[in-house]
T-cell receptor
Framework: KQEVTQIPAALSVPEGENLVLNCSFT??????LQWFRQDPGKGLTSLLL???SQREQTSGRLNASLDKSSGRSTLYIAASQPGDSATYLC??????????WGAGTKLIIKP | DTGVSQNPRHKITKRGQNVTFRCDPI?????LYWYRQTLGQGPEFLTY????????KSRLLSDRFSAERPKGSFSTLEIQRTEQGDSAMYLC????????????FGEGSRLTVL
């Protein structure tokens, strides 16, 4: 059974720092991995999608990597800003075409 | 704006009442998903449709829950005889037009059962 874990559950860093959020999954048989952002009380915003055949994707200050064999993905945020404060969730599309979710990392960027 | 629209955004109801949520997905896409999310957790899969056919239902979807997608367009999720444990955010998602497997979510419908 696929399980997705995100560590740490919460992270607080000063503005301007580069940071890495981690996502691990137990079964490497995935179609893709997607990173989302969620602001309090809001829906989910798709940030980056990495297909199983890809190693990384970039969008602006965000870079997501995927190492399928080790069951890991990282989301790198460069030059963090207070507006980046949110919960970041990763989800894998498993072999049953189901999205399996991590519980998220709550990120706080201190001005 | 993801193109997925949900309403109402917030519903407060008394225990035992029925509630219905609506989702209008990205047009011209045949898949539609419903998820439920409680505070501090990732979303939990409830059900999904391909066109008007409900292809899969989670065990989380008790008999009090019913979802429909008439004509394969918008979808409704009804909860009958609500319980306090039903309080959660109900999220609808559909794939994007480019069919890459990427899912786009609506803003969600938050249910509070008093």
């Amino acid at each position: 059974k696929q399980e997705v874990t995100q560590i740490p559950a919460a992270l607080s860093v000063p503005e301007g720092e580069n940071l890495v959020l981690n996502c691990s999954f137990t079964d490497s048989a995935i179609y893709n991995l997607q990173w989302f952002r969620q602001d309090p009380g809001k829906g989910l915003t798709s940030l980056l999608l990495i297909q199983s055949s890809q190693r990384e994707q970039t969008s602006g200050r965000l870079n997501a990597s995927l190492d399928k064999s080790s069951g890991r993905s990282t989301l790198y945020i460069a030059a963090s800003q207070p507006g980046d404060s949110a919960t970041y969730l990763c989800a894998v599309l498993d072999s049953n075409y189901q999205l399996i979710w991590g519980a998220g990392t709550k990120l706080i960027i201190k001005p | 704006d993801t193109g997925v629209s949900q309403n109402p955004r917030h519903k407060i109801t008394k225990r035992g009442q029925n509630v219905t949520f609506r989702c209008d997905p990205i047009s011209e896409h045949n898949r539609l998903y419903w998820y439920r999310q409680t505070l501090g957790q990732g979303p939990e899969f409830l059900t999904y449709f391909q066109n008007e056919a409900q292809l899969e239902k989670s065990r989380l979807l008790s008999d009090r829950f019913s979802a429909e997608r008439p004509k394969g367009s918008f979808s409704t999720l009804e909860i009958q005889r609500t319980e306090q444990g039903d309080s959660a955010m109900y999220l609808c998602a559909s794939p994007g037009a480019r069919n890459t497997g990427e899912l786009f979510f609506g803003e969600g419908s938050r249910l509070t059962v008093l």
